[in-house]
Structures are given as structure tokens and as C-alpha cells.
């Protein structure tokens, strides 16, 4: 089902459909790209974020032809819309009047479509993200390295030649680069180096580098109870970590393949439990609280988002909202806080997580429940088998409660399990305006709610959602 099936028939921003249309985009930017003696041959959505009354986001992939110079490539554009009266309108329209823009590849760095009310941004230009520029450009990056090898985790070696692919963007967030370095040695011979770029937004990365740093340092990460990748250095002017890259590939593209995911999910779970197990100095937040919290908003964003879903929503939140209250809060850990399926990895060293920017003190059940939520996602979209991921489930839960200080009970994993269902998977899917699951996961939210039952009343309103939802 496309993008376009899922956009509310009442949402403020009627030309989603057509920005969303790839045919119909394409001939837009040719509108725009044209006097640059470009032809663009597509245009599509990668990405989309869509909050009523405030604003949308996207992210767009053109393939473009050069006719001046008979070159071809793919440009991301970060696009912006917002309404007339939305107080964002004449800020954005000042940065734009004072950015410092980096040519891209192709075109114009900014172009603005005043019926639509909307920026596009040509990658790597993004205001909230100043060293992307930087990271987009490998010779830049090599001459910072034989400037200062040991920032970049080289010692005295000399870099003499570099590759870079970027690995994910997401506009006005973050950005990831690996880079692949050719190395000069002693007898004339060259050797290979990788290394990671992550460029943060706000000082963002300032904090995350600290984090790193701490649990890089602490006892069973080297001991290799749990493993990461190393953080090398921060460029604070650019607002860019330096860290060590991972060799190995994330869960989230190879868990359909893995024929022995139930067996692997204990060593994960058993690593989580470790990290959880370390005595670190971290700022409090994902609290039982503050998971309470995050179902209150889920149900309140579906609501607002997509009011035909609001029903079977709140009645099946106000489940585990009763629930929370016999559970409590619990014993607080360190906690990843981001623990899902493309933070983990499968390395030759063992079971990787890397993405720890956002690591706190919580509750131990915040991870869990994350780890559990996403595997339930999958199960409801067909994209694992449901025996090997109920045994997966189980496996991984064992092996964390084998290894974990304090263990968790099957009510408190069920619960935070349900949360996260919820308060993550449920919600991004509505802001994704990608409903096609939505009846499925609320089910799934229903079933796991602990010490209540299934409610035959929640069931019937989700069966009338399926046939009615846009």
C-alpha cells in the first residue's frame, strides 16, 4: 500500500498526495531543476514524518542527468512544509536567508515551492547538522586524519587514501559515515583501516562522546561481558564522533535469515543483561514513569493523528495503565534506551549493540520490552516465522534473566513489552502514516496487557477499523 492511501482525508496538507506521487513529483522538481540544465528522471518519498497541526517533514531521492556535463547521480533533498499561519514560517525562512550553503552535487542547494509552502534543502545542506558537510567530503576528512591520526584511532600510521559511504540520515537528526582508509606501511606495502563518523545536531554530541566514553571504560565492557565500538575522539566545532567501525551487519537485515535466531537471542540477551549489570554514574530518565508517561502520549498522538483508530486505542492504553499501577517501579539500571533490532549487531567478536547516545538509569524493563516489541512487530508482518520468534522471545528472556542482577518477572516483561508495542511501534507507524498494522500491533497491545483479559469489546472495534482505515 503507498504512502498516499495512508494520508488523512482531512490533513492540512492536501498536497501530500502529489508531493507523495512520485510521477507527479518528478515533474514538479523538473519545474525547478530545469534553468540548471538538469533532467530529473524520478523522484521519490524515502522518508516521511507528519504531525497534525504542526508541520511535515521529508526526505527525497531524485535521480538526476546533468546535460552540461553528461553526469548522472542520485541527490537527497530535506524538505520542510508548514502552514501559512504556523509561527515556525518566518525563522525558517531566516535561516534559509543566512545559511552558509555547500554545493551539492547537482543544482541548487535550496529550492522553495511557495504554493506548497515548502523547502527542499540539497543534501549535504541541513541547518540543524554542521558538520555534515565535513563528512560528505572524504578529502577533507583524510587531511583532518594526517593532521591528527591519533583522533581517528590510527596512532602513527599515515593515512594515504580514503572512501566513504554514508550509512543512514536522518534529516535535521543525524547522519553516520563509515570510511575505508588505504595505509601507508614500513615495507611499501599498504594495509586497511575503517573507522565511524556520526555528526549530531545541538551539542547533541558532546553528551553522547561522554556517555560512550564512560561505558567503553567500564569493567565488563573490558572484560568483553558486553561489546561496542570504540569511541576515538569529538570534533566539537563540527559537532562530529569519531569512533571505531563495526564489521559485521545489523539484526534488522539479517534476523529473517538467521536459522538459529532463537540460540543467538540468549547471547543477547545475556550481553543486555551485563550492560544492565554496571555500576555507571548516568542521568536518570527511563523510568517506569516515564514509560507511563510515553503511553499517555501514544494514545493521545493517535487520537490527534488519526481519530478513527482513538476508541480501540485509548481503551486498549487504559489497560495497561491499570496494569502499571499493581506493577510500580522497579529497581533502577543502566539502560540503552534505544535497544532494537538495527542497534545490534553480529560481529565476529560477538554480539555487538552499538547507539548508545541516549544511555541513562531506568528501568531494566524499558530495553527488554524494546527488544521484545520489535520482534512482535515482525511477527505481525510476516517477516519472521511466529514459532521461531516466540522461541526467540523466550530464549532471549532467559538468557537475560540468567545473567541479570535483579530479574524480571514474565508480568513486568509482558507489560513493558505491550508499552513499547504501543508507544513505538503503534505511534511511528501513525506518524509514518504507514496504518496497514495498526489493528494488528493494537492486538498484540491487547493480548500481552498483564492480568487482563483480551476484551472481546476492543476486538470487535479493531475488526471495524481494518475495513474502515484510509
Known amino acids: 500500500m503507498s504512502k498516499r492511501e495512508h494520508i488523512p482525508a482531512d490533513c492540512e496538507f492536501s498536497h501530500l498526495r502529489e508531493i507523495t506521487d512520485p510521477k507527479f513529483m518528478t515533474g514538479k522538481l523538473q519545474e525547478h531543476l530545469a534553468a540548471a540544465g538538469l533532467e530529473v528522471e524520478s523522484c521519490k518519498t524515502e522518508q516521511m514524518y507528519y504531525r497534525r497541526g504542526r508541520d511535515c517533514k521529508l526526505l527525497l531521492k531524485a535521480r538526476l542527468d546533468n546535460k552540461r556535463d553528461a553526469t548522472r547521480g542520485e541527490q537527497f533533498y530535506f524538505g520542510r512544509i508548514l502552514s501559512d499561519d504556523h509561527p515556525e514560517t518566518p525563522k525558517i525562512q531566516s535561516m534559509i536567508?543566512?545559511?552558509?550553503?555547500?554545493?551539492?552535487?547537482?543544482?541548487?542547494?535550496c529550492i522553495h515551492?511557495?504554493?506548497?509552502?515548502?523547502?527542499l534543502?540539497?543534501?549535504?545542506?541541513?541547518?540543524?547538522?554542521?558538520g555534515l558537510a565535513l563528512m560528505a567530503n572524504p578529502q577533507k576528512v583524510l587531511a583532518q586524519m594526517q593532521a591528527a591520526p591519533e583522533k581517528f584511532g590510527l596512532g602513527k600510521r599515515e593515512p594515504v587514501g580514503i572512501s566513504a559511504k554514508m550509512t543512514k540520515y536522518i534529516p535535521g537528526m543525524r547522519c553516520g559515515y563509515v570510511y575505508n582508509i588505504a595505509l601507508a606501511e614500513a615495507n611499501g606495502a599498504k594495509a586497511a583501516f575503517s573507522f565511524y563518523g556520526k555528526a549530531y545536531k545541538d551539542d547533541e554530541g558532546e553528551a553522547a562522546y561522554g556517555l560512550m566514553k564512560k561505558i567503553w571504560e567500564s569493567d565488563n565492557c573490558q572484560q568483553g561481558k558486553f561489546l561496542l565500538p570504540q569511541p576515538?575522539?569529538?570534533?566539537?566545532?563540527?559537532?562530529?564522533?569519531?569512533?571505531e567501525a563495526i564489521t559485521g551487519e545489523p539484526f534488522s537485515q539479517i534476523a529473517e535469515t538467521i536459522?538459529?535466531?532463537?540460540?543467538?537471542?540468549?547471547?543477547?540477551?545475556?550481553?543486555?543483561?551485563?550492560?544492565?549489570?554496571?555500576?555507571?554514574?548516568?542521568?536518570?530518565?527511563?523510568t517506569f514513569d516515564f514509560q507511563v508517561?510515553?503511553?499517555?502520549?501514544?494514545?493521545?498522538?493517535?487520537?490527534?493523528?488519526?481519530?478513527?483508530?482513538?476508541?480501540?486505542?485509548?481503551?486498549?492504553?487504559q489497560n495497561l495503565l491499570e496494569?502499571?499501577?499493581r506493577l510500580g517501579p522497579g529497581p533502577l539500571t543502566p539502560v540503552h534506551a534505544s535497544f532494537k533490532f538495527s542497534h545490534i549487531f553480529q560481529t565476529a567478536p560477538g554480539i555487538t549493540f552499538i547507539d548508545f547516545d541516549s544511555a541513562n538509569l531506568g528501568d531494566p524493563g524499558y530495553d527488554v520490552g524494546r527488544f521484545i516489541a520489535h520482534l512482535h512487530k515482525m511477527k505481525a508482518s510476516w517477516k519472521i516465522d511466529p514459532e521461531i520468534a516466540d522461541q526467540t522471545i523466550e530464549n532471549f528472556c532467559a538468557g537475560y534473566n540468567d545473567m541479570a542482577a535483579a530479574s524480571l518477572t514474565p508480568e513486568r516483561i509482558d507489560w513493558f513489552t505491550a508499552s513499547h508495542v504501543l508507544g513505538s511501534q503503534v505511534y511511528k507507524s501513525v506518524k509514518r502514516l504507514d496504518t496497514g498494522i495498526?489493528?494488528?500491533?493494537?492486538?498484540?497491545?491487547?493480548?500481552?496487557?498483564?492480568?487482563?483479559?483480551?476484551?472481546?469489546?476492543?476486538?470487535?472495534?479493531l475488526g471495524t477499523v481494518a475495513q474502515t482505515s484510509v
Not at 534543502?121 to 554542521?130: H, I
Not at 543467538?264 to 549489570?277: P, Y
Not at 495498526?438 to 487482563?452: A, D, E, I, M, T
Request: charged share 20%; proline share 11%; glycine share 4%.
Open 97 to 109: 536567508d543566512r545559511m552558509n550553503w555547500v554545493a551539492p552535487q547537482f543544482g541548487p542547494p
Open 113 to 119: 515551492i511557495a504554493e506548497w509552502q515548502m523547502w
Open 121 to 130: 534543502l540539497a543534501y549535504p545542506n541541513d541547518p540543524n547538522l554542521p
Open 232 to 243: 576515538y575522539s569529538y570534533d566539537a566545532p563540527a559537532q562530529i564522533m569519531w569512533q
Open 259 to 286: 536459522s538459529d535466531l532463537p540460540k543467538v537471542a540468549k547471547e543477547i540477551g545475556q550481553r543486555l543483561a551485563a550492560f544492565h549489570n554496571t555500576s555507571l554514574p548516568l542521568p536518570v530518565e527511563m
Open 293 to 317: 508517561q510515553e503511553v499517555r502520549e501514544a494514545i493521545a498522538s493517535v487520537k490527534q493523528t488519526f481519530p478513527e483508530y482513538a476508541d480501540s486505542c485509548a481503551e486498549i492504553g
Open 323 to 325: 496494569a502499571a499501577t
Open 438 to 461: 495498526v489493528n494488528k500491533l493494537l492486538k498484540v497491545v491487547n493480548r500481552l496487557s498483564p492480568g487482563l483479559p483480551a476484551h472481546d469489546g476492543v476486538m470487535k472495534m
